[in-house]
C-alpha cells in the first residue's frame, strides 16, 4: 500500500489530521471509502425487506405480529453482534473483522428468496440483522486514521453514508421489483429475484476492503495485527472489555444513541408501510417518501459531526454533550409533532426534518465516542453501536409490534422516550474537561493517567 500524499498533514501516529472526503489517496482517504461503501452494502441488505413488506406479507401470509416479529428480530441480532464486534476489532483489526461479517451474512441476504413461511421469515431478518455489526468497524477504523481533532466530522460522513444504505434500499427495491415484473414474471418470484442485487453488492464491497483496506495507518499491507498491538498497552482481552464496561459514560451514550440511532432504525423499518397503509399511496411512491428519510444521511449525520467538533473547539466536550442534548431533544419535539400530522404533505415534511435532526443527534453521539476511552475504545464502541439497535427493539416492541397502538400514536410516544432517555447526558462527566453543568477538577486534571482517557488534540 501506498504511503498518503506528502501533502496530507499527519500527526505522531501518522493519522490525518485534515479530512478531505473527495480524495481516495491511501491509507487514510481510501479506508474512510471503503468503510463507508461497506456500512453502505450492510444497510442496503438489510433494510431490502422493509419497502417490499406489503407484497412479501401477501405472499407469504404474515400476520401483523409476524412482521413486527421479524423487524425485532432483525435488531435483535444486531444487539450481540456490535458487542462481539467491538472486541473483534481489538483483536484481530477492523478490516479483517468488517470483511470477514459481510462474506459470512451475503449468503443469507441472498437466501431470503428462498422463504416460504413466517417463520422462515422472521429466521432470515434475524440471522441478515448480523451485518449490521460492521457500523461497528466502520467507527472504529476511522478512530485509528484520523485523530480526535477531527473525529467528529470523519465518523460522521463514515457513518451517515453508509447509514445512506438504508434509504437507497427504499427507493431502489421496489423500482427492481416492478422492474422484474415488467417481464411477466409473478409478483410471487419478482420480489425473490431481486435479493440477488443486495447479496452480491455486500458481498463485492466485502472483496474490495480486504484487498485494497489496511488496519492502521502505520503499518504495511498485511502486517495489521503486529502494528496493532504494539501500538496498545501490554493488557489482556479481559483487563480490556472491563475497562470500557466499568465506564458509565459508555452506558449513558449507549442509552442515548438508542433512542436517536435506534429511533432512525425503526423508522427505516416502517415508514414504507406507514405511508402506504395511512395515505394510500402507492408502493413506489411509499418507498422514494421513505427513502428521502434514508438518503438525508448524505449530509445529516455528517453535519452532527461537524457540529460535535466546532462546539468541540468552542467549549471543549462541555460544548460536545450540549449539542448531543439539545439536537436529540428538539428532535423529539418533531417526532411527536409527526405523529399528530393528519395529511400527508404535513407528515412528509415532519419526517423531513426530524430525519435530519435524529440523523445528526447519531453524528454527535459518535463525535463524544472517542474521548470515553483510549484503552477500550472497540468495547466502547461496540456498547454504544449496540445500544442503538437495543432502542431499535425496544422501541419495535413496544410501540410497532401487533395492535395496541396505531403507528401515529406509536410514533409519537417514541418522541416522548427520545426526550426523556436524552436527560442522562447531564451526567456524563470527565473530570479532564468537566461536564454540561461541571467544570474539570483540577485535581484529576493532574492526576488522572493520560492513557484513561482520550485527549483533546
Not at 464491497?205 to 495507518?217: C, D, M, R
Not at 461496540?382 to 396505531?406: I, N
Request: charged share 10%; net charge positive.
Amino acid at each position: 500500500m501506498e504511503p498518503s500524499s506528502p501533502r496530507t498533514p499527519l500527526d505522531s501516529h501518522n493519522r490525518a489530521t485534515e479530512f478531505h472526503p473527495f480524495s481516495t489517496s491511501p491509507p487514510h482517504m481510501l479506508s474512510f471509502h471503503l468503510a463507508w461503501l461497506s456500512l453502505f452494502s450492510c444497510f442496503f441488505s438489510t433494510f431490502s425487506i422493509a419497502p417490499l413488506l406489503p407484497i412479501i406479507r401477501q405472499s407469504l401470509n404474515l400476520s401483523a405480529a409476524d412482521v413486527g416479529a421479524a423487524g425485532t428480530a432483525a435488531f435483535v441480532s444486531s444487539v450481540f453482534s456490535r458487542l462481539a464486534m467491538g472486541s473483534a476489532c481489538d483483536l484481530f483489526g477492523p478490516r479483517i473483522a468488517s470483511a470477514t461479517l459481510s462474506i459470512l451474512t451475503a449468503p443469507i441476504v441472498f437466501a431470503t428468496a428462498f422463504i416460504s413461511s413466517p417463520t422462515s421469515f422472521i429466521l432470515a431478518r434475524f440471522l441478515i440483522g448480523f451485518c449490521l455489526a460492521n457500523f461497528v468497524a466502520n467507527q472504529f477504523w476511522m478512530s485509528s486514521m484520523f485523530p480526535a481533532s477531527v473525529v467528529g466530522i470523519v465518523n460522521g460522513f463514515a457513518a451517515g453514508w453508509g447509514s445512506m444504505g438504508a434509504g437507497f434500499a427504499q427507493l431502489i427495491m421496489p423500482l427492481l421489483f416492478s422492474l422484474v415484473k415488467s417481464f411477466n414474471v409473478p409478483e410471487n418470484t419478482a420480489w425473490r429475484v431481486v435479493f440477488v442485487v443486495p447479496a452480491i453488492f455486500q458481498a463485492i464491497t466485502a472483496v474490495l476492503v480486504l484487498v485494497y483496506g489496511q488496519e492502521l495507518p502505520r503499518e504495511k499491507h498485511g502486517d495489521s495485527k503486529r502494528v496493532s498491538k504494539s501500538e496498545r498497552p501490554n493488557e489482556s482481552f479481559w483487563e480490556v472489555a472491563l475497562n470500557g464496561l466499568m465506564n458509565y459514560r459508555g452506558w449513558i451514550l449507549c442509552l442515548t444513541y438508542g433512542f436517536c440511532f435506534g429511533v432512525e432504525m425503526t423508522m427505516d423499518n416502517i415508514v414504507a408501510q406507514y405511508f402506504y397503509y395511512t395515505f394510500g399511496v402507492k408502493l413506489e411512491v411509499a418507498g422514494t417518501i421513505a427513502a428521502c428519510f434514508g438518503l438525508t444521511n448524505c449530509f445529516a449525520r455528517p453535519m452532527g459531526g461537524v457540529v460535535s467538533d466546532r462546539m468541540g473547539k468552542w467549549l471543549g466536550i462541555r460544548g460536545r454533550l450540549w449539542g448531543l442534548w439539545v439536537v436529540q431533544t428538539v428532535a423529539g419535539l418533531v417526532c411527536v409533532l409527526m405523529g399528530g400530522v393528519n395529511t400527508l404533505v404535513g407528515s412528509i415534511a415532519a419526517m423531513c426534518v426530524f430525519s435530519v435532526l435524529i440523523q445528526a443527534s447519531s453524528g454527535l453521539t459518535f463525535g463524544i465516542v472517542p474521548f470515553v476511552s483510549k484503552r477500550s475504545l472497540g468495547v466502547i464502541s461496540g456498547m454504544t453501536g449496540s445500544g442503538g439497535t437495543l432502542g431499535a427493539v425496544v422501541t419495535q416492541m413496544l410501540l410497532f409490534s401487533g395492535d395496541k397502538f396505531s403507528t401515529q400514536t406509536g410514533i409519537s410516544m417514541m418522541g416522548i422516550m427520545m426526550i426523556v432517555c436524552s436527560l442522562p447526558i447531564c451526567l456524563i462527566y470527565f473530570p479532564h474537561w468537566g461536564g454540561m453543568f461541571c467544570t474539570p477538577s483540577s485535581f484529576h486534571q493532574s492526576s488522572t493517567p493520560e492513557g484513561d482517557y482520550h485527549l483533546l488534540v
